[in-house]
């Protein structure tokens, strides 16, 4: 019989040559990582302990498509527990893959398990790190590409080629010791990184580097700079010397295209820029140096490195390109103003990204959320509304889906919109509703900057305001096209709003991405629920759930079926 021969059969025939014309297939990519520490890479110091992945630093590129499937087998062979989120990879309804303490329980040293997550409905530029334990400090992280499928069009042209560069703040001592160190008020509250690497190299010509980075190009030709902060501490601005740059996408969302001579980059922001090469064949630098700080063009904490044409005769000049005032907070405010979500472009699928927008939703819940540095129990802490979360050895996911949380957090007990009286730990979880809107006001009571990042989601960047925020700042908010990431800045002493559409099922972490606050308790967690136990509204654990905490004490539960839960999450308090 031939395939047209039956309904059944001519449905699924159609079905699939449509499927293979829109281009909607998607692969399995499968990855095997050795994770490792290294002592002889030292990217400017000697006997510095790196986190590599199979033998390198940074880590591989993980080069995926919207909606493939990636399998990443983590040997641990540290002497410690690991780790690894995807940063800005929404792991649609499975936040079982998200890889932050809160949801999953740490890959033992000397063991090996197996991560699978789909970039669903993403397109972008992202980057992987080590998530516990202060490891992020010592490498571990990669960058992350997902590209768009063939049937739907960029909003450029293709360049000539693609580069990753993961700039970011760096200690020449171990993360060990400046974990331990953490402990001292005095260094928590003034602990500064000591240089600025490029895709793990030193500055061009630093005295202890062995190398640094360089890209060839061609003159005539365009290429695109995939960038992501992958640092610490420190926001960094970047540039090239003589050459300016077109901002086309950050965080798997496209932009109204804007040309830059520079662009300030936050910890844990990532952004895709096109790069012409118009110049006269000759080397020229590669810049990023910190905001809020004062260097000179020869510290470690400038990052150099090289844009090499391949027909240069020259080699890059004495004096760097200079950049904006590192303090002028109105220069660096206004950029972020302008980088906005560009309407009419598809991108992973094809209507345009401003089919949906936030010019007429109605918010169902509102957030205050304002960062302080503290002192709890003799110890320096970092803290939200004044609770210090403090980290459980059972992830907050298991204890949800097995024991709706009970003996491992109470839902609800923090203040969304109020600061508590005293500072104190707290396991810090609070219920959302399932497709609402979600507004959070950041406050940034401290002399750093800090940025904000939501697992699961991206963040609309609706405004950027003075002092304390009241609601008449909603009418000074962008409404028409502001543009959605993963990760948001915060300027000291001011506020910044967002909206979040919460219809992504799970247990999500909302962090600080400067990674001192964060080791030190500036997290909460969100519970998205929906009482739908179907798949298809969120996936169960997986095959290879692994166990921790009270599932693995002997007079603890024994995982079982899912305990009931309860029509809505809104009142929902725990026992």
């Known amino acids: ?115 699978v997550f789909q970039t669903k409905d993403q397109i972008g530029t992202f980057f992987y790190f080590p998530s516990i334990k202060y490891q992020k400090a010592a490498g571990g992280y990669g960058p992350i590409r997902v590209n768009n499928r063939n049937v739907i069009l960029v909003p450029f042209d293709k360049p000539e080629e693609e580069f990753d560069l993961l700039i970011g703040d760096w200690s020449y001592d171990s993360y060990k010791m400046i974990r331990s160190s953490l402990n001292d008020r005095l260094i928590a509250s003034h602990m500064i990184p000591d240089v600025i690497l490029m895709n793990g190299k030193g500055p061009y010509e630093h005295p202890m580097g062995k190398a640094y980075e360089s890209f060839t190009v061609t003159k005539g030709k365009t290429y695109r700079f995939r960038v992501s902060n992958v640092g610490s501490v420190l926001s960094l601005n970047f540039r090239f010397e003589n050459h300016k740059m077109v901002v086309v996408e950050t965080e798997g969302s496209y932009t109204s295209q804007i040309t830059v001579d520079s662009l300030d980059i936050h910890v844990g922001q990532s952004y895709s820029v096109l790069v012409t090469a118009d110049q006269n064949e000759a080397d020229y630098y590669i810049v990023a140096t910190p ?74 819940q509102t957030f205050i959320l304002q960062n302080s540095a503290e002192t709890i129990k003799d110890l320096p802490r970092f803290a939200v509304n004044n609770v210090s979360y403090y980290t459980q050895s059972t992830p907050l996911k298991l204890a949800d889906y097995f024991l709706n949380g009970s003996g491992v957090y109470q839902l609800d007990e ?43 989601f991206g963040f609309y960047v609706v405004g950027f305001g003075d002092g304390g925020w009241t609601p008449d700042a909603r009418s000074t908010y962008n409404l028409l096209d502001p543009v959605v990431r993963s990760t948001v800045q915060v300027y000291p002493g001011k506020w910044t709003a967002v909206y979040a559409f919460l219809d992504n099922p799970g247990m999500w972490n909302l962090r600080s991405q400067h990674l001192k606050h964060w080791y030190l308790g500036q997290e909460l967690y969100i519970r998205v629920y929906d009482p739908d136990p179907n798949p298809a509204k969120e996936r169960p654990p997986p095959d290879n759930l692994l166990l921790c905490g009270i599932f693995t004490d002997s007079a603890g539960p024994t995982p079982g079926p899912v305990a009931a839960a309860p029509a809505s999450p809104a009142p929902w308090s725990g026992w």
């Not at 700080?293 to 150099?304: E, P, T, W």
Request: charged content about 10%.
């Open 414 to 456: 923090f203040p969304t919109q109020s600061v508590n009286a005293q500072a104190a730990y707290g396991v810090s979880v609070v219920s959302v509703n399932h497709k609402g809107w979600l507004e959070v006001m950041f406050k940034n009571n401290l002399d750093v900057m800090d940025s904000w990042h939501l697992d699961g």
């Open 291 to 364: 905001k809020l700080i004062n260097v000179k063009d020869s510290d470690s904490l400038v990052g150099k490195g090289v844009l090499h044409y391949s027909n240069s005769g020259l080699t890059v000049d004495v004096s760097l390109p200079s950049g904006p005032d590192p303090f002028d907070v109105e220069f660096s405010i206004n950029q972020a103003k302008s980088i906005r979500w560009n309407m009419t472009t598809g991108a992973a699928r094809p209507n345009p990204q401003g089919t949906f927008n936030v010019t007429n939703v109605t918010i169902s």
């Open 1 to 115: 019989m031939s395939v047209s021969g039956h309904p059944r059969w001519s449905f699924l025939f159609t079905t699939l040559v449509a499927a293979l014309l829109s281009g909607n297939h998607a692969i399995d990519i499968y990855l095997e990582w050795d994770v490792a520490l290294d002592y002889t890479i030292s990217p400017v110091s000697t006997n510095q302990p790196v986190i590599t992945i199979n033998g390198m630093f940074p880590g591989p590129l993980i080069n995926a498509t919207t909606n493939d499937f990636i399998h990443v087998n983590v040997h641990n062979n540290l002497e410690e527990p690991l780790l690894f989120t995807w940063n800005g990879i929404q792991q649609r309804l499975n936040s079982w893959q998200d890889g932050v303490s809160g949801t999953n329980c740490p890959i033992q040293p000397g063991t090996n398990w197996t991560y």
